[in-house]
């Protein structure tokens, strides 16, 4: 398997601060999008991609593992976050991709990860394919059959 990878982030247009986080490493691809609003996103983002890097070190050995690292990352967030501090209630998105080695009846593969609504998109034969599945309100509705993916893109609360 042949990986290529780049990175960049933007603030975008509606607020004055970055609270991405992310890497682009031969072990560990990840994102992680600060939640804007709430307290210290810029903290959450960057600890979690930091507990992603750490667990990393020497590669991923099974899905468990990638697993294993998203709820350390998850764990030192909320333990930053009680208290009274200005970190308070701080979170975070966090999207993954983890190569996997191939072993005796595995070929390498890869693992994709992701807690909120930072998407993985496969691109292949000139094709993108959403390969994650957003954590929000709305694609509640939609898996719900509640509403339509057109309804699903406009939605008032498509953010929540």
């Known amino acids: 398997m042949k990986l290529v990878w ?9 607020r004055q601060q970055n609270e991405d986080a992310y890497a682009a490493e031969e072990h560990v691809f990840v994102v992680a999008d600060g939640m804007g609003g709430h307290n210290a996103g810029e903290v959450a983002s960057a600890l979690a991609v930091a507990g992603m890097k750490e667990a990393s070190v020497g590669g991923f050995g099974s899905a468990a593992s990638v697993v294993d690292a998203v709820n350390a990352a998850n ?5 930053a976050s009680g208290g009274p501090s200005e970190q308070r209630g701080m979170g975070t998105t966090l999207t993954a991709l983890a190569p996997l080695p191939a072993t005796g009846s595995e070929p390498q593969r890869v693992v994709v990860a992701n807690v909120g609504d ?43």
């Open 6 to 14: 780049g990175a960049a982030s933007h603030v975008g247009m509606l």
């Open 75 to 79: 764990r030192a967030i909320h333990e």
């Open 118 to 160: 930072s998407r993985a998109y496969l691109l292949r034969g000139g094709e993108l394919k959403q390969v994650s599945a957003d954590h929000s309100y709305v694609q509640e509705l939609l898996t719900e059959g509640l509403i339509t993916a057109d309804e699903a893109r406009v939605h008032p609360r498509r953010n929540i």
